[in-house]
């Protein structure tokens, strides 16, 4: 792992006062730059301008890079584990076998960005754009995708609650604190999570049938806008 030089961190410095209105302080201009196995862990890089830049196998785990524009950055093989990007500008980025286990990309634009073999379990993605964007071998074990849009994404061999994936996942809306999602796998499985609850099809259907999930809810309405909106994923599932 590669420390930062003297300059590196005086820049860090002045990008840090700059967010914070101090005197002294400007932004980070640090397109193309190479930060290459350089150890960022932790730095404060919101708003900073990072297109083009090399950020191969880096560590910047813990890192801020919320609104960040990282517009084709490559940071194949970084660690970005629990790093924040909300809001990010990731547009043909390349994130090839990184790991955001955990990170936040909230409202991101990864439109086109490659993320093959990338790691992101438990990572935050609602809001967030992929489209085009090639997740192939990818693991989203965890994963919120709420709200994100995956127009035309590859996902092969992509997982999610551990299978493979045979397309995008579904999302239905109007479950009030409960998202549901829905995955088909490579393998004929059917799988609904509705909130942290994640069951195949056969299993919700026993679930509803034998009335337990009426517990986990706390009004009648709510669990039969779950049911209703259960049902509706299942029929979207059946169609293949």
């Not at 193309?32 to 830049?53: E, I, M, Q």
């Not at 660690?79 to 955001?100: Q, V």
């Not at 438990?122 to 965890?142: F, V």
């Not at 009004?219 to 599932?237: C, G, I, N, S």
């Amino acid at each position: 792992m590669r420390e930062l030089t003297k300059k590196e961190l005086a820049i860090l410095s002045r990008h840090a006062k700059w967010l914070n209105d101090e005197r002294g302080g400007k932004r980070a201009e640090l397109e193309r730059y190479d930060f290459s196995g350089a150890n960022l862990y932790g730095a404060s890089l919101d708003r900073a301008r990072l297109s083009g830049a090399s950020l191969y196998r880096a560590d910047l785990s813990g890192a801020s890079l919320d609104g960040a524009r990282l517009y084709r950055a490559s940071l194949d093989g970084a660690s970005l584990y629990r790093a924040s990007l909300d809001g990010a500008d990731l547009i043909g980025a390349s994130l090839s076998g990184a790991s955001l286990i955990g990170a936040s990309l909230s409202g991101a634009i990864l439109d086109g960005a490659s993320l093959y073999r990338a790691i992101l379990d438990g990572a935050d993605l609602s809001g967030a754009s992929l489209d085009g964007a090639r997740l192939d071998g990818a693991s989203l074990d965890g994963a919120s995708l709420i709200g994100a849009s995956l127009s035309g994404a590859s996902l092969y061999r992509a997982k999610i609650f551990g299978i493979e994936i045979a397309k995008p996942p579904f999302f239905v809306s109007g479950v009030s604190g409960y998202p549901l999602m829905a995955v088909t796998g490579t393998k004929g499985e059917k799988i609904v999570k509705i909130g942290c609850k994640i069951h195949s099809v056969d299993e919700w259907d026993g679930i509803f049938a034998a009335n337990t999930y009426r517990d986990l809810v706390n009004t009648d309405e709510q669990y039969d806008a779950h049911r209703r909106a259960y049902e509706f994923a299942k029929a979207e599932l059946s169609r293949g």
